[in-house]
């Protein structure tokens, strides 16, 4: 079994309210939660209302799958004109970790 995650770290346009916020980060967790069947969420920075965390996990049993998955949702986020992507942060799992 292999479990990787991706976090990215977004900084948001013209956005002056957390409701703002919310109207851009919750279609982006949607869209990569009903795209991607990964497990998405928003993760960090919660109080600000110009940048965001975003992460998302996927679970397989080939660790070429999960690679495919992350590129594809780091396209995805990275694509989104509303949004600029300050970083990305991968990390794959398996059984053999401790």
């Known amino acids: 079994m292999f479990v990787g995650t991706l976090t990215f770290d977004l900084l948001l346009g013209d956005v002056h309210s957390l409701k703002e916020k919310r109207s851009i980060v919750r279609p982006i967790v949607a869209e990569l939660q009903r795209k991607y069947s990964v497990c998405a969420a928003e993760v960090g920075n ?19 799958y999960v690679t ?31």
Request: aromatic share 2%; hydrophobic share 40%; charged share 35%.
């Open 46 to 64: 919660q109080d600000l209302h110009r940048r965001a965390e975003i992460g998302c996990a996927v679970v397989a049993g080939d660790v070429a």
């Open 68 to 98: 495919e998955i992350l590129d594809s949702c780091e396209r995805f986020v990275a694509g989104r004109p509303e949004v600029m992507l300050l970083s990305a942060r991968r990390r794959h799992h398996n059984d053999d970790d401790e």
